[in-house]
């Protein structure tokens, strides 16, 4: 029964409950690289829209048009939630009738319709809300090369992580849409994901190499005695019988897809604990940290094992 621990969540406080919640799936990835061709010229003669405008344009149709909160039945985050409902005295009471509600529906739920579970649970927080939701983050921008020159070519690139449930393909025919009614208007060709990196007068969308489908959920019955079960037994040895293990997923990625033909069994998991500190701080910005007592609280049953 190979097992495999990557960097993931951790123990925490939730709902009144000392929880601890391992990874068990993670979000799909894709990133869109989007290139705007436009000819150029000098700025004292403008058209309407430069490159830059008309690809300002686009961002903010792509912005505008976030994907849908939606609770799919292999999110593992439902069986946080209903972890949550059973075990934490101060679970929402309003929460906690809706997930009651969802153990009695389909498990194919109306697309057309408004996920209620999800929504009202997204109201924790955006960091709640991106573990049942595609994300859309415009993070890299160029264009132009001088104040008195039309810029010829602009481009940027979009990042998502892909809900549970849900697709890279649903990205991209979702971005092509939007960018098909910029093109128009502004008398474009497009081309999208065609494998055309480069063509006059048009807009060309290509998916970053490293795209890639959620991941494998793994299991997460105790019984018979299962990798889960083990990992679960094992935090609760260590911090107590009260505290709660349940299945979890965040909304990054790791490195797990290397090792996804290896083992059904992957956590993302981070056991270290501290009262007065969890986690890391400020994630990939200024002071990005990890609590010193927290990372080294594992070893204090046995120094001789660390």
């Not at 061709?37 to 830059?52: A, L, N, V, Y």
């Not at 799919?72 to 009738?97: I, M, R, V, W, Y």
């Not at 993070?139 to 001088?146: A, N, P, R, S, Y």
């Amino acid at each position: 029964m190979a097992t495999i621990v990557d960097e993931g969540a951790g123990i925490a406080m939730q709902w009144g409950t000392l929880m601890a919640t391992p990874g068990v799936a993670e979000k799909g990835y894709t990133d869109v690289h989007i290139t705007v061709r436009m000819p150029g010229g000098h700025s004292s003669i403008p058209p309407p829209h430069t490159g830059i405008g008309v690809a300002s344009e686009l961002i903010t149709h792509i912005e505008a048009n976030p994907y849908p909160t939606r609770l799919h039945s292999e999110n593992p985050f439902l069986g946080k939630l209903q972890c949550g409902a059973a075990h934490s005295p101060e679970f929402p009471k309003k929460l906690k009738k809706l997930v009651e509600r969802q153990a009695h529906q389909s498990v194919h739920q109306c697309k057309a319709r408004k996920d209620k579970l999800a929504l009202e649970a997204a109201k924790a927080g955006r960091d709640i809300q991106y573990l049942m939701q595609t994300s859309i983050a415009v993070d890299l921008i160029e264009g132009g090369v001088k104040v008195n020159a039309l810029p010829e070519r602009v481009s940027f690139t979009v990042n998502h992580r892909v809900n549970v449930g849900e697709h890279p393909d649903d990205v991209h025919m979702k971005i092509t849409h939007i960018a098909a009614s910029v093109a128009r208007k502004h008398n474009l060709t497009l081309h999208a994901f065609d494998g055309t990196k480069e063509a006059p007068a048009s807009i060309m969308l290509f998916p970053s190499n490293n795209t890639l489908e959620p991941a494998p959920v793994t299991p997460t019955t105790v019984d018979p005695i299962s990798a889960y079960g083990v990992l679960s037994g094992t935090t609760r040895a260590l911090y107590g019988e009260d505290l709660v293990v349940a299945p979890g997923i965040m909304t990054g990625n790791t490195d797990t897809r290397y090792t996804w033909d290896l083992s059904r069994n992957i956590f993302r998991f981070n056991p270290g604990y501290s009262s007065s500190e969890t986690g890391l701080g400020n994630i990939h910005t200024v002071n990005e940290r990890q609590s010193i007592v927290g990372k080294f609280s594992i070893c204090s049953i046995n120094m001789s094992q660390c």
